[in-house]
C-alpha cells in the first residue's frame, strides 16, 4: 500500500493493485489524450468483483460496495453533463429525475422496482432519437439513463461476454455512461473544431481519472 495526503488534511491509502491501474490509467492518457474501454474497465475491476448472474438475467444485481462505487461514478459522468442537456432541451428533467432516482436508489430511499419504473419507461427511445438526428447533446441524458442502469446491474461492460469487445465494435447504444459523457462534454462550445474537440475530450478524461482515484482510496 502507498500513504498519500490529500489537500484538505487527512491521510488515505491507495493498494498497490489499484495504485498500477491508476498510473496505467494516467500513462494512457498522456499518451493518447483518452481513456479507451479496456483502461476503463481496468478501473472498474479495481473497485470490486461483479457479482456474477446468467446472460440476460431480468434481476437486478445486489447492492454490493463494488456496485455502488461504479454506479457512484457513472453518475458523476451524468451530473457533470446535466448543464449541457438542460441547454438543449431545459424542459425535459427526465435525465435529471434519472440521477435523482438512481442515487434515492443506492442510498436505500427507493425500491429497485421505483428505479426499474423509471429505466423502463420509454425515455430510452426518445433519447436515441435524438441521437439518430445528430443531436449530440442527447449523448448527456443517454448517460444519465445509462448510469441508472450501472445501479440496477453493474457495467455491462465487465460481463463475461464483453470483455474482448472493442470500443470500435459498439454503436453509440452500447456505450457506457462515461463514453457518451465524454462525447457530449468533447462537443459542447467545440464549433465543429476537431482540435478544440479533442483538447476537451482529454480534459474530461483527466476528470473522470480523478472522479475514481477519489472511489479507489481508503480513507483513514
Request: glycine share 4%; net charge negative.
Amino acid at each position: 500500500m502507498r500513504r498519500e495526503r490529500c489537500e484538505g488534511g487527512g491521510n488515505f491509502t491507495v493498494n498497490s493493485k489499484e495504485n498500477k491501474v491508476l498510473d496505467q490509467a494516467q500513462k494512457e492518457l498522456i499518451e493518447s489524450g483518452k481513456l479507451n474501454i479496456t483502461v476503463r474497465r481496468k478501473i472498474w475491476q479495481a473497485m470490486g468483483e461483479l457479482e456474477e448472474r446468467a446472460q440476460d438475467s431480468p434481476i437486478p444485481r445486489t447492492l454490493t460496495e463494488p456496485l455502488k462505487k461504479r454506479a457512484l461514478l457513472a453518475l458523476a459522468c451524468a451530473k457533470k453533463v446535466m448543464p449541457i442537456w438542460c441547454r438543449c432541451d431545459p424542459d425535459d428533467k427526465r435525465p435529471q429525475n434519472l440521477i435523482k432516482k438512481s442515487l434515492a436508489y443506492l442510498e436505500g430511499k427507493i425500491t429497485v422496482k421505483d428505479l426499474d419504473a423509471e429505466v423502463t419507461s420509454g425515455v430510452i427511445d426518445d433519447f436515441m432519437a435524438l441521437i439518430d438526428e445528430g443531436e449530440i447533446a442527447a449523448s448527456a441524458a443517454l448517460a444519465a439513463w445509462k448510469a441508472a442502469i450501472v445501479a440496477l446491474e453493474d457495467e455491462a461492460d465487465l460481463e463475461p461476454w464483453c470483455q474482448d469487445v472493442t470500443e470500435e465494435e459498439m454503436d453509440s447504444y452500447d456505450w457506457d455512461t462515461a463514453k457518451n459523457a465524454c462525447v457530449a462534454w468533447s462537443d459542447a462550445h467545440s464549433d465543429g473544431d476537431n482540435g478544440k474537440c479533442a483538447v476537451r475530450e482529454m480534459k474530461f478524461w483527466v476528470w473522470y481519472l480523478g472522479e475514481a482515484a477519489k472511489l479507489l482510496v481508503i480513507n483513514d
